[in-house]
């Protein structure tokens, strides 16, 4: 009996987490077909060996669908080297590339080391081309905290959603737990930064 009462407390926890993320985390539609001016691409690190990792490959395989769609004709691939020496934006460019988007549409963001930094890069990059309008690309449990940033940033974006890897179906869950907490610390330390 005692189990059923933490399980249901477990429960009752993560429902509460959800519905305070949801409030304190903007998140913008998807995009239906729309036209934008670009697509924005968010990076993921690449295995040691340089290949894509499952994550990357079904990002790379939504932005292939949107730009053969006819989507947005500019794609800007954001991600640094962050867990080893390769560089996110290359390996996306090179996929892309390999799959018949135009190099010459492809913008490579280099610098970027997280989210944050992926859609600050990318919205100088907007700028300095003028491009107004954005789809943003990234991994379903992904979306809200891109989303989030993007209107703190104040990016004009709609949302597209990458398939789940069917390596990553059972632990789904887990992923949604962390990326929850993630952005609940995050909203800790910015309402503590704003006192």
Request: contains cysteine.
């Amino acid at each position: 009996m005692i189990s059923l009462y933490i399980l249901c407390l477990v429960f009752l926890c993560l429902m509460v987490g959800v519905i305070f993320i949801r409030k304190h985390f903007n998140k913008a539609g998807y995009n239906h077909g729309q036209k934008r001016d670009a697509m924005i691409v968010l990076g993921y690190p690449a295995k040691k060996d340089g290949r894509m990792t499952p994550i990357l490959r079904e990002r790379i395989n939504k932005a292939i669908d949107l730009y053969h769609t006819g989507i947005a004709e500019v794609v800007i691939c954001s991600g640094a080297s962050v867990a080893n020496d390769h560089v996110e934006a290359e390996i996306m460019a090179r996929a892309l590339v390999e799959s018949g988007v135009d190099g010459s549409q492809i913008i490579r963001e280099t610098k970027a080391k997280g989210t944050y930094e992926n859609l600050v890069k990318s919205r100088e990059i907007m700028r300095e081309r003028g491009l107004k309008k954005a789809v943003i690309v990234t991994s379903p449990w992904h979306l809200r905290k891109a989303s989030s940033y993007a209107f703190r940033l104040g990016i004009d974006h709609t949302l597209e959603k990458s398939k789940v890897p069917k390596e990553f179906v059972i632990g789904l869950g887990i992923i949604y737990v962390y990326i929850y907490i993630q952005m609940f610390i995050m909203y800790l330390r910015f309402y503590k930064g704003r006192q």
